[in-house]
């Protein structure tokens, strides 16, 4: 018997009253109805509303009897009345009894990717915990939920922020050239001017431009989902435009836009009637349009044309990278940038006194109908990038020796 894919879906942001539950309750039904089997798994503080919106009344064995061994997994699953969906409620205590020393987190999650379910969807709440944010790291997709509210908005950016400084803190644990700059970052901010990623990679660079190198492959593989709930209306999209623009701006983060869902009055009372949702409702319309933008992202050969029809080309060309060295006596500005259809190149120059003394371009490494291009590209600007830096550093650079 062929394996089953297992995902694991995470339900974040950081603030209470966005309305996540309902969009995990919602994901989890929609992806049922797909014929993907998925679990739901409540994991928030703020009570049981999961398993009400999934229309179960009736307590049982929770997921902390299945930790502490008072239960078995069959005991603690529950059918919904959603044919392939089914419950795990009572698992708000997880997170807290993760001791971060223990490698009690990734049992958890290696129990979850285990269940029997091709997908499973869980509801966090709104903690942003230093074992929330592990746990939103440790998940194959985390979709950030965020409401056209100004509050919701800075506590959606800050949970960003928050989980991928918390990111490289873990896998870059022993490293304490990282850690030290993390730790300025975090506990001494720049009051008068907002320090964004590039700043980091260039204080870190200067002493340790190896770890610098790795800790920007990291961040260029943390793509975070986000998604607008209790919209007015599709202009409200612009929400998640701003928080996708802070977060490459600042964190160099690329946030993936995979929604928009309407304010319905209609939906407040579904959690107190405790009955399924409606199936061929708008919410269900819109959640669906999310769910599959979710998958076209994270499983292109599901989603891909059929063979010998053209791709749609790579038109937006890639944000560029900047540094700026003291090297031997001299103030110099290294920047990469993507030249995009017009020049399939990449192209990274050094400045100095506002003229260029080196310059190197390296060919698009596929053609731009590859759908696995942009990563590609990514991967070689930030190669390229920190190639120049450290051959500036170590005098490899002619042009830049002395004379």
Same mark, same amino acid.
């Given at each position: 018997?062929?394996?089953? =894919? ?13 309305? @996540?539950?309902?969009? +995990? +309750?919602?994901?989890?039904?929609? #992806? ?24 179960? $009344?009736? *307590?049982?064995?929770?997921? +902390? ?5 008072? *239960?078995?997994?069959? !005991?603690? #699953?529950?059918?919904?009345? &959603? ?7 009572? *698992? ?13 987190r990734e049992r958890i999650v290696r129990f979850l990717a285990g269940l029997d379910a091709e997908y499973v969807v869980v509801d966090l709440g709104a903690a942003s915990s230093p074992h929330t944010l592990d746990f939103f790291n440790l998940c194959d997709e985390g979709i950030l939920i965020v409401t056209p509210d100004p509050l919701s908005m800075h ?23 990282? /850690? +030290? ?5 975090? &506990?001494?901010? !720049?009051?008068? =001017?907002?320090? $964004? ?5 260039? /204080? ?9 190198? @790795?800790?920007? *492959?990291?961040? !260029? ?52 009637? $405790?009955?399924?949702?409606?199936? !061929?409702?708008?919410?269900? @319309?819109?959640? =669906? ?12 050969? &599901? ?12 038109? $937006? ?14 103030? #110099?500005?290294? /920047?990469?940038?993507d030249m995009g259809n017009s020049g399939k190149c990449v192209i990274t120059q050094v400045f100095s006194d506002g003229e260029i003394v080196f310059s190197i371009k390296s060919e698009y490494p596929t053609t731009n109908t590859d759908p696995g291009t942009r990563t590609r590209l990514a991967e070689l600007m930030r190669k390229q990038h920190f190639d ?11 042009? #830049?020796?002395?004379?």
């Amino acid at each position: 018997m062929q394996s089953r =894919r297992r995902n694991l879906w995470v339900i974040g942001g950081g603030k209470k009253g966005v309305g @996540k539950t309902l969009v +995990a +309750a919602s994901i989890s039904m929609v #992806l049922a109805r797909m014929g993907k089997p998925a679990i739901a798994v409540d994991a928030s503080t703020e009570g049981t509303n999961l398993q009400n919106y999934l229309g179960i $009344t009736q *307590a049982g064995p929770s997921f +902390a009897d299945l930790l502490e061994n008072r *239960a078995s997994e069959k !005991d603690v #699953l529950k059918n919904t009345a &959603e044919p392939g969906l089914r419950l795990i409620a009572g *698992a708000s205590g997880m997170l807290g009894m993760a001791n971060p020393q223990s490698g009690q987190r990734e049992r958890i999650v290696r129990f979850l990717a285990g269940l029997d379910a091709e997908y499973v969807v869980v509801d966090l709440g709104a903690a942003s915990s230093p074992h929330t944010l592990d746990f939103f790291n440790l998940c194959d997709e985390g979709i950030l939920i965020v409401t056209p509210d100004p509050l919701s908005m800075h506590h959606a950016y800050d949970f960003v922020r928050r989980a991928l400084y918390r990111n490289i803190q873990r896998k870059f644990a022993s490293v304490h050239s990282v /850690q +030290a700059v993390l730790k300025e970052f975090v &506990e001494s901010p !720049d009051a008068s =001017r907002p320090r $964004t990623m590039m700043d980091f990679y260039e /204080q870190l660079c200067s002493t340790d431009p190896s770890s610098a190198d @790795k800790v920007a *492959a990291l961040v !260029d593989n943390y793509r975070p989902h986000i998604l607008v709930n209790m919209a007015s209306s599709e202009q409200d999209q612009r929400v998640a435009e701003i928080i996708q623009s802070a977060s490459k701006k600042f964190l160099n983060v690329d946030l993936h836009s995979c929604g928009l869902i309407l304010s319905d009055p209609r939906v407040g009372g579904t959690a107190r009637q $405790t009955v399924p949702l409606e199936p !061929d409702g708008a919410l269900a @319309k819109q959640v =669906r349009q999310s769910v599959q933008s979710i998958l076209n992202r994270t499983l292109p050969e &599901e989603s891909s044309p059929a063979a010998g029809a053209e791709r749609p080309p790579l038109t $937006t060309p890639i944000m560029g990278l900047n540094h700026n060295l003291f090297v031997r006596g001299s103030a #110099l500005h290294v /920047q990469t940038e993507d030249m995009g259809n017009s020049g399939k190149c990449v192209i990274t120059q050094v400045f100095s006194d506002g003229e260029i003394v080196f310059s190197i371009k390296s060919e698009y490494p596929t053609t731009n109908t590859d759908p696995g291009t942009r990563t590609r590209l990514a991967e070689l600007m930030r190669k390229q990038h920190f190639d120049v830096i450290r051959d500036i550093e170590n005098g490899r650079i002619s042009a #830049l020796r002395p004379a």
